[in-house]
Every structure is written in C-alpha cells, then in structure tokens.
Nanobody, 127 residues
Framework: QVELVESGGGLVQAGGSLRLSCAAS????????VGWFRQAPGKDREFVAA????????RYAESVKGRFTVSRDDIKGTVSLQMNSLKPEDTAVYYC????????????????????WGQGTQVTVSS
C-alpha cells in the first residue's frame, strides 16, 4: 500500500501563486504515474493535471492550462503542482493520486485510473 501526502495548500489572493507537493511516505514516486485532482464543496472530483513516469509528457485540464505546471523532482522523488495566476474558482481541496503505469509514457486522466490517493490539501483563493 502506498501512502500519499499533499502539502503546500493555503490562502492566497487572486492572481497569486501556490506550489503543492505530493510525496509517498517511505518511498519515491519515480516509479508511478501521478495525477492531480481537485474537489470543491458539492461538486465531483475533477482532473487538473497529470504526468507520465519519466516526466517527459504532461496533460492539463483546459481550465488551468497555461497557469498550472506539474513536474517531478527526481532527487526528492516527489511531484509538484505550481499554480500561478490563481482565481477564486480554483478554490478546492487538491488531491494527488498515483498508480503503476503499463508503459513509461502513459498518463491517466480519470479518477478511476488511480489506485492510491492522498488526504488532500485545501487551496482557498480570495477575490
């Protein structure tokens, strides 16, 4: 079983930035495909960003494209989500998720694609 932990959430003004980090306790995420999802109150969990095993390919939801960047820190064995130009509609609990990929360059976009999930970190953007 893989235990994931998100960190870096908080309160920020519109137009500001936050950097979230996802780590696996006792191990590295270098062997896993990783996705970021978010869930606002009363809404379904939605896809935000994903990265392949090697980090050579990334994918983003249209709502965050150009503002968010997902990347790997190969030394730390973690995955980060850099969020710039934040908007009030970005307010949500953000989750990281991981799974062993079938192939190196595959990324996954659906909640159902992932086996391991973190507890979530709150991101609140004020206007």
């Amino acid at each position: 079983q893989v235990e994931l932990v998100e960190s870096g959430g908080g309160l920020v003004q519109a137009g500001g930035s936050l950097r979230l980090s996802c780590a696996a306790s006792g191990r590295t995420l270098s062997s896993y495909a990783v996705g970021w999802f978010r869930q606002a109150p009363g809404k379904d969990r939605e896809f935000v960003a994903a990265i392949t095993l090697t980090g050579r390919n990334t994918r983003y939801a249209e709502s965050v494209k150009g503002r968010f960047t997902v990347s790997r820190d190969d030394i730390k064995g973690t995955v980060s989500l850099q969020m710039n130009s934040l908007k009030p509609e970005d307010t949500a609990v953000y989750y990281c998720a991981a799974r062993l990929p079938e192939y190196t360059l595959i990324y996954y976009l659906s909640v159902d694609d992932y086996r391991y999930w973190g507890q979530g970190t709150q991101v609140t953007v004020s206007s």
